[in-house]
């Protein structure tokens, strides 16, 4: 069955920006929406966006401002970018598929998360 | 945005009794609304779909329901395995957001 699997440094410097990549196996990124979410320490779940395999993307307006995701069909991989970081920042970042069910979205597979710190 | 607000923040069952836990959208959401499990470190699990809808592989014990601005998980005999907190998520005009969270211990 597909699975994800997040990768990216575990720490980075406040103003800095943040990469992050998704790599989508057992299955084809194509034709599914993808989506970044964030779990800061003790606290919930954050949505950052989605992008389509075609490449069209939908951010949360909290965070848009500073927030690139991109894919990689040829590679089976989407990305996450978010700059100018702050301790706020610093959370689990997980990525998700958009699975189209009976005529509803909802995030049915999920990577195991990676902890991003952000330090100096 | 839409927010949603879940309680009770927290819920003290015993193994075997019912667990009901709700969710209010600061509007209709129009069943847009999912449920997911989560375990200390795990990524969240999904239950439900479409209010009401069970994913695969979820136990016929959990049940979502409710309709417009306000939704609820029922599980009906809590497992131990059932102790973990839930999130509600709705999404609307492609924009998604969670609820704080309701955790589910033992009594």
């Known amino acids: 069955q597909v699975q994800l699997q997040e990768s990216g440094p575990g720490l980075v410097k406040p103003s800095e920006t943040l990469s992050l990549t998704c790599t989508v196996s057992g299955g084809s990124i194509s034709y599914y929406y993808w989506s970044w979410i964030r779990q800061s320490p003790g606290k919930g779940l954050e949505w950052i966006g989605y992008i389509y395999y075609s490449g069209s993307t939908n951010y949360n307006p909290s965070l848009k401002s500073r927030v690139t995701i991109s894919v990689d069909t040829s590679k089976n991989q989407f990305s996450l970018k978010l700059s100018s970081l702050t301790a706020a920042d610093t959370a689990v970042y997980y990525c998700a598929r958009l699975e189209w069910l009976n005529y509803y979205y909802a995030m049915d597979v999920w990577g195991q998360g990676t902890t991003v710190t952000v330090s100096s | 945005e839409i927010v949603m607000t879940q309680f009770p923040g927290t819920v003290s069952v015993s193994p075997g009794e019912r667990a009901t836990l709700s969710c209010r959208a600061s509007?209709?959401?129009?069943?847009?609304l999912a449920w997911y499990q989560q375990k200390p470190g795990q990524p969240p699990r999904l239950l439900i779909y479409?209010?009401?809808n069970r994913a695969t592989g979820i136990p016929a014990r959990f049940s979502g329901g409710g309709s417009g601005a306000e939704y609820t998980l029922t599980i009906s005999s809590l497992q131990s395995e059932d102790f973990a907190v839930y999130y509600c998520?709705?999404?609307?005009?492609?924009?998604?957001?969670f609820g704080q969270g309701t955790k589910v211990e033992m009594k």
């Open positions: 509007q209709r959401i129009s069943s847009n």
């Open positions: 479409g209010a009401s």
């Open positions: 998520q709705q999404y609307d005009d492609w924009l998604w957001t």
